[in-house]
């Protein structure tokens, strides 16, 4: 659909506004969602499923799919996925240092998963909302759910990094036997384990995740925003760094 073509009716007041508001001249009414909602029809979990195998095989054609007609389903799947491989590394640095029995990581993994969904959520909300900041900056054309459908799918390697680093944690981290009751010797112990050579593996296996999330969300903001590719990776790239920065003095601060 021809976003010239779209008539746009208020949600509040009912009244049709002319092209290209986004406040309703009438009432004063937010018309980003119902205008969007005209725009960019619905998007089914099938459809997510096939945009989801296609980024694998041929990840310039469907970017260009996702940019005309985004949708965030496919952004909350890589959340929940994202947030188990997190669970799962946090429940294998419990097992390698022996602080409870068996029966209890059941419970610690669903805890964990529950909390750490909240970690990728922030990202991805936060990253989508600096990106379109820069884009916007850049006079790029991309509306917000572009931008977060774009950095949402742009997850996938992520996605695979986090599996893979829990997998070789759950085999390779090396075993501790601190003093449950002694909380320093619990926080080395841990300390230890991250530092260790499987852990800076894992470390490494993130960040080069998260480079290639970084391009997957160059293929899809470059046709959203209308961007050459140099502008497309400045917009992405700056907020990925600043990102990547900041990651990097957590681990080496702590």
Partial sequence: MSTEDVIIRCP???????QGYLLCPFCGADLTV??????FPPVTYKEVWFRIKSLIVK?????????????????????????????????????????????????????????????????????????????????GKAS?????????????????????????????????DPDPNDFTGIFEAMSEIRHSFIGIIGLIIHFLGLA??????????????????????IATGIPMIVYLVLMIVYYVGT
């Avoid at 909240?118 to 909302?129: A, D």
């Avoid at 977060?148 to 390779?172: D, H, T």
């Avoid at 290639?212 to 990776?233: D, N, Q, R």
């Fill in 59 to 139: 990840p310039r054609v469907i970017a260009q799919e996702i940019a005309d007609n985004p949708d965030t389903k496919g952004a909350f799947l890589f959340i929940v996925a994202i947030s188990l491989g997190l669970s799962i590394q946090v429940v294998s640095f419990v097992m390698h240092t022996r602080l409870l029995d068996w029966k209890f990581y059941p419970v610690v993994w669903i805890l964990s998963w529950i909390a750490l969904l909240l970690l990728p959520t922030i990202v991805w909300l936060l990253g989508s909302w600096v990106i379109r900041l820069m884009t916007r900056l850049l006079g």
């Fill in 144 to 176: 917000g759910k572009q931008i977060r459908s774009a950095v949402g799918y742009g997850m996938m390697p992520m996605v695979l990094s986090e599996i893979l680093i829990a997998i070789l944690f759950l085999i390779a981290l090396p075993w501790k």
């Fill in 34 to 39: 119902t205008y969007e909602q005209k725009i």
């Fill in 12 to 18: 509040i007041c009912n009244e049709v506004s002319p």
């Fill in 212 to 233: 290639a999330s970084v391009v997957y969300m160059v293929f899809i903001i470059k046709p959203a925003s209308e961007f050459s590719w140099i502008e497309t990776a």
